[in-house]
Structure formats: structure tokens, C-alpha cells
């Protein structure tokens, strides 16, 4: 079955430093990989997709099919950052349904 | 364009009862999917809808039902409602043409008591 694995709930980093929110997937087929992010009081929205290969906010991810991950990262976080951020995957060509990991919270130390 | 908006904002309902939930997308959106955010949960798909029919649907109970408007606007309808139901229920709009990109709606807050 899909399965999206955001291993942890809570990532604490100090501004500055560099952020890794992990994320690992299981699919037999060909996905379509996405990071969602939802900033406190906002709606849930796209921040980058694997097939863009482009930098969003300085936040860059690569889809790794031989490890199934889709970590994401950036190299000097940012107050701004503080944010909840979902793994999502698709299944290509065949339905649209996206499914969701729980979730990490990301939350930038001054 | 306002973006995808969703009514009500909050609901609180007794166990038994049915409920709506109404969802306009995206100006020029011909796709409404319709998600269930538990707490400390991420999104879990319902179902979608594409030109006034379900094309595709998640794990959810028959209780769990939809339309689609020819406006593109779209109903979620939930009965004989359970303790478990309550959550945040989030609409996204999308176009079926191009690249695939789901815009969400601020959700509706359900609270079954």
C-alpha cells in the first residue's frame, strides 16, 4: 500500500542552521512527490514538487528512488521557517489522490 | 480571485446527525477533491470530484457522500455522524489539464458531541 513516513513530529534548529525534515515513501509505481507547508494561521499550501527540481524559499528536495525519500532541505534556516510541512505523494498518470505523512513541525530557535 | 473558500468555518453537531459542507474552488478549477484532518493527522483523501461526478475515493464509509455543482462548486455530506468524525475537513481545487497543482480552502472545523 502508499505509504508517506515523516519520522519525526516536532524538529527544533536554531536560526542559522541547517534543516533536514525527513521523509521516506513506499510505491511500487511511478510517483509524483510534494512538500505541502502550512504556516500558523494559513491554509495549506504547495511549496515545492519533485518534478520542478527548483528552490523554493531556499528549501530544495530530491526525490531519491533507491532509498524511497524525499527529504527536505535547506542550509541556513530562517524564524520564518517555523511551520507545519507534509509529505505528500501521487500516483502518476493513473488518479490524483494525494496522500499525506503526519506531518513534522518545524520550529526555528532564535 | 479569492482563492478556494469553504463554509462554514466551524460546525458543532450531535452524534446522529447529517451534515454539509460547501466548497467553491479556485476561479477557473474544474476539480474539487475533499480531504479529513484529524487532529495530529495530515490530510487523508475522501473523494474528487470532475464534472458533476466522483472519480476517485479514499477509505471513507458510504456515510461519507458529495456532489459537484456545473459551477464547479461541491458539497461534502456526512450522515448518521460518529464521535470519530470530528475533525477538519479541507477542500482543494485543482485543473484536470496541465501541470497538477491542489489549492486548499481554509477548512471547515466539524465537532461531533
Known amino acids: 500500500a502508499q505509504r508517506v513516513t515523516q519520522p519525526e513530529k516536532l524538529l527544533s534548529v536554531f536560526k542559522g542552521a541547517p534543516v533536514e525534515l525527513k521523509c521516506n515513501y513506499s510505491y511500487s509505481g511511478s510517483p509524483e512527490l510534494f512538500w505541502y507547508v502550512q504556516y500558523s494561521r494559513q491554509r495549506l499550501q504547495l511549496l515545492l514538487r519533485?518534478?520542478s527540481r527548483e528552490s523554493i524559499k531556499g528549501f530544495t528536495a530530491d526525490l531519491n528512488k533507491g532509498e524511497t525519500s524525499f527529504h527536505l532541505k535547506k542550509p541556513f534556516a530562517q524564524e520564518e521557517d517555523s511551520a507545519m510541512y507534509y509529505c505528500?505523494?501521487?500516483?502518476?498518470?493513473?488518479?490524483?489522490?494525494?496522500?499525506f505523512g503526519k506531518g513534522t513541525r518545524l520550529h526555528i530557535l532564535p | 480571485d479569492a482563492g478556494v473558500t469553504q463554509s462554514p468555518t466551524h460546525l458543532i453537531k450531535t452524534r446522529g446527525q447529517q451534515v454539509t459542507l460547501r466548497c467553491s474552488p479556485k476561479?477557473?478549477?474544474?476539480?474539487v477533491s475533499w480531504y479529513q484532518q484529524a487532529l495530529g493527522q495530515g490530510p487523508q483523501f475522501i473523494f474528487q470530484?470532475?464534472?458533476?461526478?466522483?472519480?476517485q475515493r479514499g477509505n471513507f464509509p458510504d456515510r461519507f457522500s458529495g456532489h459537484q455543482f456545473p459551477n464547479y462548486s461541491s458539497e461534502l455530506n456526512v450522515n448518521a455522524l460518529l464521535l470519530g468524525d470530528s475533525a477538519l475537513y479541507l477542500c482543494a481545487s485543482s485543473l484536470s489539464q496541465g501541470a497538477y497543482e491542489q489549492y486548499f480552502g481554509p477548512g471547515t472545523r466539524l465537532t461531533v458531541t
Open positions: 519533485h518534478i
Open positions: 470530484y470532475y464534472e458533476e461526478e466522483e472519480r
Open positions: 505528500a505523494l501521487r500516483e502518476v498518470n493513473r488518479d490524483d489522490k494525494i496522500i
Open positions: 476561479s477557473g478549477h474544474d476539480t
